[in-house]
């Protein structure tokens, strides 16, 4: 590791820190031994308004003890070690300004992270050599390089982890896969990933843009902030003048969407909603272990909104090989829209959204047209025959949408319908909620509903994605490999162009 090279200002933890980091990783397997009565050590890095979030999570639960808490921004981080304290009853919670005062303590057993997403891999890679368990936000990583060297990293140091893909503990979206993987309404054939923006829509760009290639705008967004360590806020990323819509000041109740959409230090539509929803898409077609083999370019037409850089927003497919009979399944990226993920089978279909699912079986084998994705997302698509849906029995109507019976019955139904507890494919069930499980894991070392390969296979989609969209082009993949296939793919890099400070990914 080269970032020993340190160049930001009160730098409090020292060069011991440092050293220790360069040189120690740990191979093993188990966690700390525990004295009677004690609980496992949590430290949470970055507590913004996700990390907040993620931070209650584990306060709420009375098998870890949240010890110390990290962010480049002083603001914050006094508010979360308040938090913390409050919660405890005492003053004992430890606000740390470099995330690698934590990375080198042996009694932290637990590393919670909720920077942006250009710090994730760093430091994930790096908590794991120092043998910490890991809970990191999606996405995963910033590229598919730093996605690949998770999943290494997992494999190497034995590692409990989590990405935090929670749609996969929520028992709406169990039930819709587990439909689609017993194959109860056949193969699937086709299937919609809903998120991107379309046309000339307002929102941010599927993928990510550059905002601020002229150094003299970034400064007028807004002053120097004394309060954020802004060369650590950047990291590994090109160094350009504090902005507050990047970083925005203090503790606010929004997410900040400026970093997200910007290709330094975000991933775009694709890496905030596609680590989701094609999540769920990955998921349902068995393929949490491969990827496509072949990237569509989008026919969609160029966006006329100019903070989407003039590039299409949606409609990229991707080609996967079904492991029940080698046929083909597309994967279509569509607009935001009333369902997340569509599954089309042969002979039914399953849609499922956050609060909403709706099953359609005997309807025969359905091509997804635009006329079919247009009646499903208007309530105008009516088969005969639909088992269950939580938005009013006969689609024509939202009015049940917001209605927790409505969605319990339905869930209900279909679990009853198929048998889906004693049915023969079984996939990961969350038992006491996603962050209680995790923390179960770490006491059991056993898996956990979305580990590194896993949260690294859907990163690599949402990287697919960005780049057949800033590109405008598809190209063949090596889903063994993780690497472009066919002498295609030239001229576009996995990695990203330079990591400052040598802060590299290194497992």
Known sequence: MKNMKINRRGFLFGSAAAVALAGHATQKTGRRALKPGEKLNVAMIGVGIQGRGNLDSFLGNKRVAVVAVCDADRVRLADAKRRVDVRYGNGDCRAVADFREIIVDPTIDIVGISTPDHWHAYIAVEAMKHGKDVF?????????????????????????????????????????????RNGFLGQVRYVDA????????????????????????????????????????????KWRPYSDQLAPRGVHKFFPMFWRFDDEFGTGYNGDWGAHHLDIAQWGMD???????????????????????????????????????????????????????????????????????????????????????????????????????????????????????????????????????????????????????????????????????????????????????VYDTGFDWDPVKNEFANGTGKGISLKRDAYRNGWDVEV
């Open 194 to 237: 809903n998120y991107g923006v379309g046309g000339a829509k307002l929102g941010g760009p599927s993928h990510p843009v550059r905002f601020f290639d002229n150094p003299q705008k970034a400064a007028e967004e807004g002053a120097s902030n004394p309060d954020v360590d802004w060369n650590m806020w950047l990291g590994p990323a």
């Open 287 to 469: 393929m949490d272990d491969s990827g496509p083999y072949r990237i569509l370019r989008s026919d969609e037409p160029h966006s006329a909104n100019l903070f989407h850089g003039g590039r299409r927003q949606s409609g990229m497919r991707m080609l996967f090989k079904s492991k029940a009979d080698g046929s083909d399944i597309e994967l279509y990226h569509g607009p935001f829209g009333v369902w997340g993920t569509v599954f089309y089978c042969d002979n039914g279909i399953v849609a499922v959204n956050r609060g909403k699912i709706a099953v359609w079986q005997g309807t025969g084998p359905v091509k997804p047209t635009k006329e079919i994705r247009k009646a499903l997302e208007d309530a105008s698509f009516r088969p005969e025959k639909i088992v269950a849906s939580s938005i009013g029995k006969d689609y024509g109507t939202d009015t049940a949408i917001k209605k927790d019976d409505a969605l319990g019955e339905a869930i209900k139904t279909l679990n009853a319908r198929y048998g889906l507890a004693t049915a023969k494919v079984q996939v990961f069930k969350a038992k006491r909620g996603h962050v209680a499980d995790f923390i179960d894991s770490c006491y059991t070392r056993g898996a956990t509903v979305s580990p590194a390969e896993v949260g690294g296979r859907t990163s690599i989609l949402c990287g697919l994605c960005n780049m057949s969209y």
């Open 136 to 180: 990191c936000e999606k996405p995963l990583t910033f590229s598919i390089d730093e996605a690949k060297k998770v999943m290494a990293a997992q494999r190497k140091y034995g590692r409990v982890f989590q990405t935090n893909a929670w749609q996969r503990s929520w028992d709406l979206f169990w039930t819709a896969v587990m439909i689609v």
